[in-house]
């Protein structure tokens, strides 16, 4: 990577997208990329881009219209945009004379800036802008199920609609998906390895934007809402089960019927 790369003015804005569900960065050409994984290239403004393939791209010490060219250069690789896109803000206060801190609702405070704490940074936000929009579909999933379960707890009778359950059941698949798989929430980035400043830089953006526990917290929300999922579809096909054989039973009953009137005859 390159060396460290100190902005004019001590304070960088660090504005993270998600702009759809993935991104596609395969044969990126770009003349200043300072690491492939993920993607980070260094623009002509001095700022910085890192594009996750999973659908985040973070703009570092841009102008609001060098970020809009960089979005308009990487619409074309954006699969299945998002609108409205989630949004991460953060600043970084370059403060020589000071330890690497996070500050609760504040900046990031940070001795020096290298490409290595652009991605170490840019990694934590976009996780949590990904965690944002994993969020708010849950709640929405929960707000379709929840009356589901209560007529079935106060009536007794199961809803009609198998096919728009096993949608919540998908879509509750599909964020489980993105946050143990694509997003890997609970994954160090590599850049971390063999870099203690670096490795604890990144512990307390963990912690400043909880990452784990809105993981954890996801993963027993969608465990609920598989589950509720689940039991409502089975008691479906239960029913629909014991009516295939009470129709069975009411056919064989009407031929035995008829033949026994075609003997008598």
């Known amino acids: 990577m390159n060396s460290a790369a100190n902005p004019p003015n001590n304070r960088i804005?660090?504005?993270?997208?998600?702009v759809g569900d993935r991104i596609d960065t395969a044969n990126f050409v770009h003349d200043d990329i300072v690491a492939n994984t993920p993607l980070t290239y260094r623009t002509g403004s001095g700022g910085f881009v890192t594009l996750f393939r999973y659908g985040v791209v973070v703009l570092a010490g841009l102008s609001p219209e060098d970020e809009e060219a960089v979005l308009r250069g990487i619409a074309h690789r954006v699969v299945r945009p998002i609108e409205p896109r989630e949004e991460e803000i953060a600043q970084i206060s370059l403060e020589p004379d000071k330890d690497d801190q996070v500050?609760?609702?504040?900046?990031?405070?940070l001795k020096v800036l290298t490409p290595e704490h652009i991605i170490v940074i840019a990694d934590a936000l976009s996780k949590s802008v990904s965690l944002?929009?994993?969020?708010?579909?849950?709640?929405?999933?929960?707000?379709?199920v929840e009356p589901l379960a209560r007529r079935l707890a106060e009536h007794g009778r199961t809803p009609e609609g198998r096919k728009a359950i096993l949608k919540h059941i998908g879509n509750a698949l599909l964020v489980q998906h993105r946050v143990s798989g694509r997003v890997a929430v609970a994954e160090k980035p590599d850049a971390v390895w063999d870099r203690p400043d670096l490795d604890r830089l990144y512990g307390r953006l963990e912690d400043e934007y909880e990452l784990k526990e809105r993981a954890e917290v996801l993963s027993r929300k969608l465990a609920?809402?598989?589950?509720?999922?689940?039991?409502?579809t089975d008691i479906i096909d239960?029913?629909?089960?014991?009516?295939?054989?009470?129709?069975?039973?009411?056919?064989?009953?009407?031929?035995?019927v008829f033949?026994?009137?075609?003997f008598l005859r």
């Open 13 to 18: 804005r660090v504005r993270a997208l998600l």
């Open 103 to 109: 500050v609760p609702g504040g900046p990031i405070r």
């Open 132 to 144: 944002a929009r994993d969020e708010r579909q849950v709640v929405a999933a929960f707000d379709q």
């Open 224 to 232: 609920v809402i598989s589950g509720t999922a689940q039991a409502l």
């Open 238 to 256: 239960t029913r629909r089960a014991l009516f295939l054989e009470a129709v069975i039973v009411i056919l064989i009953a009407v031929e035995i």
């Open 259 to 262: 033949g026994l009137y075609q």
